[in-house]
């Protein structure tokens, strides 16, 4: 009864995950999980994945395990197929590692087709100049001395890069900036319009 109710304690605690990944509402939060890790590492990234090149299929796998949708996918496969198992008497020995399996590999692979399908590099961009003059949201605050993430459109699609700002406030998420220099796949932001000068 007790490994029935980490089932389905899983499941319905993946489920709501899940169900708010597909709603969309867990992307601000992926954003500064990644923007942090990656300003932490000091590489420089697009929405899934620009990393890689430096760290290789290692970085790639290790931010893949420890992103939020692979647990997320992960824990409601293992809770649903270990309460189905349960369910239908199959004995501990073979229901735990056989849940364990299936939800390591449903997390891993949901994570890493994600990964794939949302890659947006700077590099694919034939001329990054393109961004310039552009505006962007900022996901990630960004201040003189500390560098942040913005959100631009590009082509229809969402790009996300890390950014920097020459100016001595500080921008906070969900503030509208523009891209007034690209260098190494980093954009240099300002505020849209100019500051009124003081008086």
């Known amino acids: 009864m007790i490994l029935l109710s980490i089932y389905a304690g899983a499941l319905v605690l993946g489920g709501i995950f899940v169900a708010a990944s597909a709603f969309g509402?867990?992307?601000?939060?992926?954003?500064?999980?990644?923007?942090?890790?990656?300003?932490?590492?000091?590489?420089?990234?697009?929405e899934a994945g620009a990393h890689e090149g430096d760290v290789g299929e290692v970085g790639a796998f290790?931010?893949?395990?420890?992103?939020?949708?692979?647990?997320?996918?992960?824990?409601a496969s293992f809770g649903l197929t270990g309460t189905l198992l349960e369910l239908f008497g199959v004995s501990p020995v073979l229901s735990i590692p056989a849940s364990l399996a299936c939800?390591?590999?449903?997390?891993?692979?949901?994570?890493?087709?994600f990964r794939l399908a949302n890659r947006r590099t700077v590099g694919t961009i034939a001329d990054v100049k393109t961004l310039l003059g552009r505006e962007g949201t900022v996901l990630l605050a960004i201040a003189a001395d500390?560098?942040?993430k913005i959100r631009v459109?590009?082509?229809?699609?969402?790009?996300?890069?890390?950014?920097?700002?020459r100016d001595s406030r500080?921008?906070?998420?969900?503030?509208?900036?523009?891209?007034?220099?690209?260098?190494?796949g980093e954009a240099?932001?300002?505020?849209?319009?100019?500051?009124?000068?003081?008086?």
Do not use: C, N, Y
Not at 170 to 184: A, N, P, S
């Open 25 to 46: 509402f867990d992307k601000g939060h992926e954003a500064e999980v990644h923007a942090d890790a990656h300003l932490d590492s000091g590489h420089v990234d697009s």
């Open 62 to 75: 290790v931010s893949t395990v420890f992103s939020l949708r692979f647990w997320t996918f992960a824990a």
């Open 103 to 113: 939800g390591l590999g449903v997390g891993l692979g949901v994570a890493t087709v």
């Open 146 to 148: 500390k560098p942040g």
């Open 153 to 165: 459109q590009h082509d229809g699609q969402s790009l996300d890069l890390l950014a920097r700002t």
């Open 170 to 184: 500080r921008f906070e998420r969900g503030e509208q900036v523009l891209v007034v220099d690209m260098k190494d």
């Open 188 to 199: 240099t932001i300002t505020s849209p319009t100019p500051s009124a000068p003081t008086p």
